[in-house]
Structure formats: structure tokens, C-alpha cells
């Protein structure tokens, strides 16, 4: 949360109940119907649907996928690969999520000229998220955090991920749950289930239609509008074979004295994210693209973010900003207008 009013939008937990719906009756009379599964996971819930004569899938196998992950990619498990890399002062063999997700962070990383970095825990943690403070960091403390912070540190040397410094954190969180959802897919599609939809923390892929022959409707909440804590949608979106995912400033964020900061941190300044910039929501081809890139807008504000995206084509961008006079308004491109119901 930025230090302007807590307003937010996003694709939350409760889209659980709410994907797949359509405008129309469902048509059970091709012997297809929908199947769901839901369960926990990352801290987060998750929600697969699919359509089918048959059930195909079970809530274990889904568990097994997912736990495969967190075995690499879990902060909050000690044994966990990412956990033994941050502990060590040269590095670890890789497995096949680690590699893919550190590969794919290095690459956006890159193009986006360190707005989205993987080595940015030191300073999270010296913001307070992750560790408890009560005062802002001094200039001298940013400074050196910065000094560990650059994923240029971070190498791949034969079956290893190495560090070029001993002392390089990473933090896959800005990904993981995006990769964690393009995993689940590949998983599903080898069960030749043509039409489904993936969604884990709010991160959504989908492949084929509803049960209706008609996109995926996924919807978007306004933070103006609200009932029973519950956000009110607004806007909605019908994609078939595309991911779409959100970053804001909503659900994590730290309160020092009287004002509030982003669990957001820029890289390159070292500071909490405090640009006007909501949330930011992202169509791309796989939802590990997308994940990263929501996190990286975030960072760009509105205009780097469009000038950016402009090398992209095959990229939707949705942007949620508080204006000067306090007001909210959005903005998107034309490929993620094109998605709009």
C-alpha cells in the first residue's frame, strides 16, 4: 500500500466463485459438465475448473503438483532449495522449478532494466516485511542493501545456481504463484482436458471455453465501490488460452508512524513504490510472464510502463492509478481493451 488511500483492485481469492460464470444457463445436454477443485496452497487458495463428460483430476494429484514446487521455491519451508540457496554463501544445484523460475526472472529483469528483481529481499526485510521494525531506514542502511540487490549477481554455472556474492537473497514470490499456475496447466493439458481455467492467489491461466462455447469471464473489482468487505465488479474480461494476473499494493503493506508503505520496493531507489499506481493487472501468453510483469509496471508507473509495453504486442496491460485531485481512474492498452466484456 502506497501513502495515499487504501483502494485497490484485484483478482482475489473469492474469484473462486466467480470464474467461469457466463451470461447464459449452462448447456448440460452434450453430457459436459464442470468439474472444480479447490484447495490451499503459498499461503493462498487455488481453484481448477474443467470441463469434461468425466471426472478426471483429483484434489491430490493437485497437491502433489504444488508441493513439488514449494520444495524448491518455498520461502517459509527451511528445506526448500531457495532456502538452502539463501543460506549458502556460493550456491546450490538447481532443479527443474528453480531454474525456470530464475531463468525467466533473470530475462525480465533484464529487459526491464532492474524494475523487477528477484534480489530485492534485502531491502524488503529493511522495510519491515519479513522483520519487524518501528522506523524508517536510514540512507546509509539503502545504500548498502542496494549493494546486494541485482539479479546481474546472479549466475548459472553447469547444474548450479550460483552467487556472485555471499551474502544475495532471492525472493521468488513475485513469480512463483505465476509459475505454480503455468505448472498446474501443463499438468491438466496432458490430461487432454481442452477447456479449464487455473487460478492461485488471484493468478489465472485458461485454455479453451465454458461450458456455454464462450471465453472465460474473469472479473475485475472497482475499490470505489464495495459491499459487505467484499469489492464489487466493475469491469470484466473474456479471454480463452491467456493468462492474466495482478500486482497492487493491497494486501501487503507496512504502516511506519503515521504512514503506510508498499510491500512494493523499486530496486534501483530502494524504496516502497509510491508512484499513484493502484494495481496492475497483465494478459500475456503464460501467467510466469505475466506475474513478473505486473510486479515490474508496478515499479515503471504509468507512462514507463506503456512505453515499455510497446516493444510487446502480445502483452494486455490494465492500469489503476489515483489521480492528483485524489480521484481514481484507469487506463489500459489496446490489446487488453480488446479483452474487455
Given at each position: 500500500m502506497n501513502c495515499?488511500?487504501?483502494l485497490f483492485i484485484c483478482l482475489t481469492q473469492f474469484l473462486s466463485s466467480l470464474i467461469g460464470k457466463t451470461d447464459c444457463p449452462p448447456q448440460e445436454s452434450t453430457g459436459q459438465k464442470i468439474f472444480v477443485l479447490e484447495g490451499n496452497a503459498q499461503g493462498t487458495t487455488y481453484t481448477v475448473k474443467y470441463i469434461s463428460s468425466d471426472s478426471i483430476l483429483t484434489k491430490y494429484e493437485i497437491d502433489s503438483v504444488l508441493h513439488s514446487i514449494d520444495q524448491s521455491l518455498s520461502l517459509y519451508n527451511p528445506q526448500s532449495l531457495i532456502s538452502s540457496f539463501n543460506k549458502s554463501a556460493i550456491g546450490i544445484k538447481y532443479d527443474e522449478h528453480l531454474f525456470n523460475v530464475v531463468s525467466q526472472a533473470i530475462k525480465i529483469y533484464t529487459i526491464s532494466q532492474?524494475?523487477?528483481?528477484?534480489?530485492?529481499?534485502?531491502?524488503?526485510?529493511l522495510?519491515?516485511?519479513?522483520?519487524?521494525?518501528?522506523?524508517?531506514?536510514?540512507?546509509?542502511k539503502i545504500t548498502n542493501a542496494l549493494y546486494?540487490?541485482?539479479?546481474?549477481?546472479?549466475?548459472?554455472?553447469?547444474?548450479?545456481?550460483?552467487?556472485l556474492l555471499p551474502t544475495v537473497l532471492i525472493d521468488c514470490d513475485g513469480i512463483a504463484q505465476g509459475y505454480s499456475v503455468d505448472v498446474l496447466f501443463e499438468f491438466v493439458q496432458q490430461k487432454k482436458l481442452s477447456n479449464c481455467i487455473i487460478e492461485l492467489g488471484g493468478e489465472i491461466r485458461t485454455a479453451g471455453f465454458n461450458l456455454n462455447q464462450l471465453p472465460w469471464i474473469i472479473g475485475i473489482e472497482n475499490p470505489n465501490l464495495s459491499y459487505d468487505n467484499e469489492f464489487m465488479l466493475t469491469k470484466k474480461v473474456a479471454i480463452s488460452g491467456k493468462a492474466i494476473t495482478t500486482s497492487g499494493s493491497y494486501r501487503k503493506f507496512k504502516k511506519i508512524g503515521d504512514?503506510?508503505?508498499s510491500h512494493i520496493i523499486d530496486p534501483v531507489k530502494g524504496h516502497p513504490v509510491d508512484n499513484g499506481v493502484i494495481s496492475v493487472s497483465v494478459i500475456a501468453k503464460n501467467a510466469i510472464t505475466a506475474d513478473a510483469l505486473d510486479n515490474a509496471f508496478m515499479v515503471m508507473g504509468i507512462e514507463k510502463s506503456f512505453a515499455f509495453q510497446s516493444d510487446m504486442p502480445d502483452i494486455g496491460v490494465f492500469i489503476l492509478y489515483q489521480k492528483?485531485?485524489?480521484?481514481?481512474?484507469?487506463?489500459?492498452?489496446?490489446?487488453?481493451?480488446?479483452?474487455?466484456k
Open positions: 495515499f488511500s487504501l532492474g524494475a523487477f528483481d528477484i534480489t530485492c529481499k534485502p531491502l524488503s526485510l522495510w519491515g516485511f519479513g522483520k519487524e521494525t518501528n522506523s524508517l531506514p536510514s540512507k546509509e546486494l540487490v541485482g539479479s546481474n549477481k546472479l549466475i548459472f554455472r553447469n547444474d548450479s545456481l550460483i552467487k504512514h503506510y508503505f492528483k485531485d485524489g480521484t481514481i481512474a484507469d487506463t489500459s492498452n489496446a490489446l487488453f481493451k480488446s479483452y474487455l
